[in-house]
């Protein structure tokens, strides 16, 4: 009997876990499906997979993930349950000719054991022979409060989009680009090419992209960007909306 006992105990201390120091390491980008150039990108190419040194998640993907220019026919975006080593974003429409096109996934990517987020990860990628470079960044104010949270306390959800300067404007629509800003008011529009542009700045209440006429704060700049070098300093001060009209 004593034996036994003192074999069972020596072999429960043999088994006891000694832990470990825990991972703070966020994921490591290895690569993509597309060429490591990323430019001449076909067009007729559907899907976009970024590979990853360990198990990943998404987290809030739906709210995280901005594309400049839209690709409105996203059809699968994984992982959705599941961690995996990678990202796969599927799409339906044709990409546009010699166009940069940037994916910003916020914080949104994650290890799946500790959660260490992979910080304002952006890819971008063109089907022209370049990479447009250029970038917009400013900060941006609520005049009647702040950008951080609204007065239920809620964080608030601020966006800053360029529209193509056309002969008809319609604000009701998906800027061309769009990028969020961060809680201290600052925000950075990127790989974006040459042109002239109207910048706007909203609260994004409903996180659609768009702005919501009336229901959500605004702030249109008169001016427009001739955009042919970077751009930095803007501000821009939203208020309470009024109904707009095409422009």
Same mark, same amino acid.
């Given at each position: 009997?004593?034996?036994? =006992?003192?074999? #069972?105990?020596?072999? /429960? ?9 825990? %991972?703070?390491? #966020? ?8 060429? =490591? ?12 997979? *970024? ?7 998404? +987290? ?7 594309? =400049? ?5 996203? =059809? @699968? ?7 995996? @080593? ?7 429409? &044709?990409?546009? #000719?010699?166009? &940069? ?22 890819? #971008?990628?063109?089907?022209? %022979?370049?990479?447009?470079? *250029? ?5 941006? $104010?609520? /005049? ?7 007065? %239920? ?30 809680? %201290? ?12 542009? +109207?910048?706007? /700045? ?14 959500? $704060?605004? /702030? ?14 803007? +501000? ?5 909306? $009024?109904?707009?009209? +095409?422009?």
């Amino acid at each position: 009997f004593f034996l036994f =006992s003192f074999f #069972a105990f020596s072999c /429960a201390l043999v088994c006891l876990p000694v832990g470990g120091s825990k %991972d703070t390491i #966020a994921p490591k980008f290895l690569g993509s499906n597309i060429d =490591s150039t990323r430019i001449n990108v076909p067009r007729d190419i559907h899907q976009l997979r *970024l590979d990853f040194d360990e198990y990943v998640k998404l +987290k809030d993907i739906t709210k995280n993930l901005i594309i =400049s220019p839209p690709i409105n026919q996203i =059809s @699968k975006i994984f992982p959705s349950n599941l961690s995996t @080593k990678y990202v796969l974003i599927q799409w339906k429409d &044709t990409l546009q #000719a010699k166009t &940069t096109y940037s994916f910003n996934f916020g914080n949104s990517i994650q290890d799946n054991n500790e959660g260490n987020t992979l910080p304002y990860f952006n890819y #971008a990628f063109s089907t022209g %022979d370049k990479i447009d470079d *250029l970038y917009i960044s400013g900060d941006v $104010k609520d /005049a009647f409060g702040d950008t951080k949270s609204s007065s %239920d306390g809620k964080e608030k959800n601020i966006v800053v989009g360029l529209f193509q300067v056309k002969d008809s404007m319609n604000y009701r629509q998906k800027p061309y680009y769009i990028t969020k800003v961060d809680p %201290d008011g600052y925000f950075e529009l990127n790989y974006l090419s040459p042109g002239k542009y +109207k910048i706007v /700045a909203f609260e994004d209440e409903n996180g659609n992209s768009v702005f919501d006429n009336g229901t959500e $704060k605004v /702030a249109f700049q008169k001016e427009e960007i001739d955009l042919e070098q970077n751009v930095s300093g803007l +501000k821009l001060n939203i208020f309470p909306s $009024k109904p707009v009209q +095409k422009y």
